[in-house]
């Protein structure tokens, strides 16, 4: 395919402070993201100065990098009534132009001119911690019902990441299967053809695609 420019890169976050969760499974989070200045190096496992409390659930190879659309987080602070500031969301990459949530699995990404590629591996599930933080009524079914999660992404190619760097799709998988697929249980026929082409998805988004695969099976998804 040839490359695309969808967007870019209007900030990019780490974590600023950990907080406790009163929770016993996970007691800290470092879910309080904050933009910071100049270029971040991205690893494998994520970006420089960032962390993650909750390892079961968040980091990891499949979840190095948490990305989310400006777009859909303010259309957030519209129907909240209040402003939600950069990284409000969790987000290493808040970006512009396009929506993480509609990629399509496998999709990559070149981030700037230091070789950075990245490749959309799921959707972001929103935990306890995520709805706590809110401090709105309902706030997981709320997230769920919008269906504007966000994508996680793998590192293909470590490199740096800043604030104004364009994003460049220079892949896209013939299944179609795009994160809100997976985020919603829909579009069973496109993940089943992601089940057959998709060599390396996360342990995690297989697991849910086959389930979605065998409900539609069983005549209870679309």
């Known amino acids: ?38 270029p971040v190096r991205v690893s494998e496992l994520g970006l420089a100065g960032d962390r993650q409390c909750d390892t079961a659930n968040h980091g990891g190879r499949y979840k190095a990098v948490y990305a989310y659309s400006q777009a859909e987080a303010q259309r957030w602070g519209t129907e909240l009534g209040r402003e939600l500031p950069i990284g409000w969301f969790g987000e290493n990459l808040h970006v512009t132009g396009f929506s993480p949530t509609d990629a399509v699995v496998g999709e990559r990404w070149r981030v700037g001119e230091g070789g950075l590629v990245l490749e959309v591996t799921g959707p972001r599930t929103p935990c306890r911690t995520f709805a706590n933080r809110s401090n709105e009524s309902d706030w997981a079914s709320r997230f769920v019902a919008r269906g504007d999660c966000g994508a996680y992404l793998k590192v293909i ?13 220079e892949h896209v998988p013939g299944h179609g299967a795009t994160v809100r697929d997976l985020f919603a249980g829909r579009g069973h026929e496109r993940i089943s053809a992601m089940l057959g082409q998709q060599s390396d998805l996360a342990p995690s988004v297989a697991d849910k695609a086959r389930r979605i695969v065998e409900r539609a099976r069983k005549g209870e998804v679309r």
């Open 157 to 169: 190619t470590e490199g740096p990441v800043q604030a104004g760097d364009r994003i460049v799709v």
């Open 1 to 38: 395919m040839t490359a695309t420019v969808p967007g870019a890169v209007a900030a990019v976050c780490v974590v600023h402070t950990l907080h406790e969760t009163g929770l016993r499974r996970n007691p800290v989070t470092a879910i309080d993201k904050r933009p910071v200045d100049g």
